[in-house]
């Protein structure tokens, strides 16, 4: 079995929040994202993780358009 250390940075799946962070957008955006099934995520354990071939996806292309955020009762 490979070390983390074996793997290039390109092949490596991400958390949510590396990933954020690497494309520079907020945790939210990707949660949004994959609420609406814009984005692939896998369950390891408890964690989401975005698979590598699935950030290379949104690292080249960019983010899906997120449907707009609902507003919560109330607001105007």
Do not use: Y
């Amino acid at each position: 079995m490979a070390k983390h250390d074996d793997v290039p940075p390109e092949r490596r799946a991400r958390t949510m929040k590396d990933a954020a962070r690497e494309l520079a957008t907020s945790l939210s955006t990707l949660v949004r994202a994959r609420s609406h099934g814009l984005i692939k995520v896998v369950q390891f354990g408890r964690r989401p993780i975005i698979p590598a071939s699935e950030f290379e996806r949104l690292a080249r292309d960019g983010l899906p358009e997120n449907p707009p955020r609902r507003r919560s009762c109330g607001r105007s």
